[in-house]
């Protein structure tokens, strides 16, 4: 059904004078998905992200976005999404409560359906109490609260998320997603940027991972890590390196994240065997995940920029 | 027609934040627009007036009276638009967050531009109240037109902040921009003295909105109306205004969008 789908990308690219920063990126975001778009810093999220509601106009290739082109009709689409940027750009001066008429206004909500909806977003996100504080005066996790309440105002069909949780601590990244995961059971159709895997990976029915400006894996969490980096990962000590290597059978793979030596094996006795084998203690044993697969992507080395 | 409503709705958006924010600090925000222009009517007009005698038959109060319109005309549009659309930018991230609304680069500019207007026509509409309760203007009924005129100068000068707020690279600069383009117009665009008499600077201020912005006003003050001069300031000055409007719009949107 091609009307399912809210954001279609072939072939974007965006250049910056010499510099590329998307070369030929394919998207599809349909409705109801939640899109997680995970990469480096610096490879290309936040630029796609501008190109969906046209504050970055792309170099080539086709985008839409509910059907229309972002360079020619950004007003149409940005009727029906919200977007809560990476930086919270909040009037500083300003109360919670005006900075939220102000917005409602923007967003052309009336007066008084505004109140309703205000009211009901603070009390959603935990700052109803804070309605007639300055916003110089919030924490900053109330300030990303707040950025949230603002990017629901009009009740979009799609939300654009970008790192909504980065600097923020555990307690309130978890009561974010929480948020996230329950507008996703309402139906709408989110895109997130992030650089927490985990959550990414119980929170997206979809990932699509970003180096360098092209996309280098898609696919649903657990599919991408049964694709790219299946069964269970030994964490060792660096020195363990020769040690190890001399047990690996076919299949395996050492490689290093940090100064930590890994081993990722099919099967999770296939570690304990190794333990035993090798007599070296791993300093832990796990499953795979998402970061695994990320930093197989992206390659495990620093940007040369970085 | 509905698109043009609507775009101009959005634009009137960009004024009601301006004045959210500006009133919050209004007693602040006001006195320098309205304390420089009663310092300089002190100092010079009451200081100096017993001193020089009369210009064109009038005292030098009386002629230094709709100067001081154009000169709260002129820096309200030139700060707001320069240092206040700088911070705006930059620092507060204020059109970041408003571009993701349906507000567009296009509504920035012309709701800055309304703004500029507006407020630049209130404070000068104040300062000529001001100078009719103390009897400064042989034509009283002036006061009617300021807010229009001094609205109408504004917004080229606003549009001279708003291009030196894009090209600065940084906050500082814009001491630059006021030393050697804004202190020089204000300086010598007729406020303080006639130009009748000095053909090669009458010649040079011509290309200044501000200066077509000062002689209406001392035109319509003074009650020295002349339809064919005032049609061609305000000629002047919408061709000012046009130009430094497309101008201003192709350097916004490169700035805000990229």
Redesign the interface.
């Known amino acids: 059904m091609p009307d399912s789908v809210i954001i279609r990308a072939r072939g974007v690219t965006k250049r910056f004078g010499d510099f590329v920063a998307l070369q030929g990126l394919d998207l599809e975001v349909r409705a109801g998905e939640c899109v997680g778009l995970l990469g480096p810093n610096g490879a290309g999220k936040s630029t796609f992200i501008g190109c969906l509601y046209g504050v970055v106009l792309r170099s080539g290739g086709e985008l839409s976005v509910f059907g229309r082109d972002p360079a020619k009709a950004p007003r149409l689409i940005k009727e029906r999404l919200g977007v809560v940027p990476q930086e919270n750009a909040l009037d500083d001066g300003l109360t919670v409560m005006e900075n939220m008429r102000l917005y409602a206004r923007f967003e052309g909500l009336g007066k008084k359906p505004a109140e309703g909806r205000i009211r009901g977003l603070l009390e959603m996100l935990s700052l109803d109490h804070k309605s007639d504080v300055v916003i110089r005066a919030l924490s900053g996790g109330m300030k990303r609260r707040l950025a949230f309440a603002r990017a629901l105002l009009a009740d979009p069909e799609l939300l654009i998320l970008d790192e909504p949780t980065t600097g923020l601590d555990p307690t309130v990244r978890h009561v974010l997603w929480e948020k996230v995961l329950s507008l996703r059971h309402a139906g709408k159709t989110i895109l997130v940027t992030t650089h927490y895997m985990h959550e990414a990976e119980i929170l997206c029915d979809r990932i699509v991972i970003l180096n360098r400006g092209v996309v280098v894996g898609v696919g649903g969490p657990r599919e991408l890590i049964e694709r790219e980096t299946p069964g269970f990962v030994g964490i060792f000590a660096p020195e363990d390196e020769a040690v190890l290597r001399s047990h690996l059978r076919d299949g395996w793979e050492v490689f290093f994240q940090g100064r930590r030596c890994c081993v990722r094996a099919p099967r999770f006795e296939d570690l304990i065997a190794l333990q035993e084998g090798s007599g070296c203690q791993a300093l832990q044993l796990r499953p795979s995940n998402l970061e695994d697969v990320y930093l197989k992507l992206t390659g495990r080395e620093l940007a040369d920029d970085e | 027609m509905n698109n043009l409503l609507l775009s101009l709705r ?1 634009a009137w ?1 960009v004024v ?2 301006n004045w ?2 500006y009133r ?2 209004l007693l602040a925000n006001i006195s320098p627009t309205l304390a420089d222009p009663a310092l300089m009517l002190t100092a010079l007009g009451v200081g100096l007036s017993p001193f020089i005698g009369q210009i064109h038959g009038l005292s030098y109060a009386q002629y230094l009276a709709p100067g001081m319109i154009a000169t709260t005309a002129l820096f309200t549009a030139f700060f707001e638009s320069s240092y206040g659309f700088y911070v705006r930018m930059t620092f ?3 059109f ?9 680069v296009r509504e920035i500019l012309v709701g800055e531009f309304l703004w500029t207007f507006l407020r630049a026509g209130l404070m000068g509409g104040l300062v000529g109240l001001v100078l009719a309760v103390l009897g400064l203007l042989p034509n009283p009924w002036a006061v009617l037109l300021f807010p229009f005129i001094a609205g109408t100068l504004a917004v080229p000068c606003g549009a001279i902040g708003l291009l030196a707020a894009v090209w600065v690279r940084n906050i500082n600069q814009f001491q630059t921009v006021y030393s050697f383009l804004i202190a020089p117009i204000y300086f010598l665009s007729g406020v303080f003295f006639p130009l009748t008499d000095r053909p090669v600077l009458h010649l040079l201020v011509q290309a200044s909105p501000f200066y077509h912005g000062v002689r209406l006003l001392q035109m319509a003050a003074w009650g020295r109306w002349d339809g064919m001069a005032a049609a061609w300031h305000l000629g002047i000055l919408a061709l000012f205004t046009a130009g430094l409007w497309m101008w201003s719009d192709r350097w916004i949107h490169r700035k ?3």
Do not use: S
């Open positions: 959005l958006n009601v934040r959210v924010v919050k600090d507060e991230n204020v970041k967050a408003m571009l993701t609304t349906p507000i567009g805000l969008t990229t």
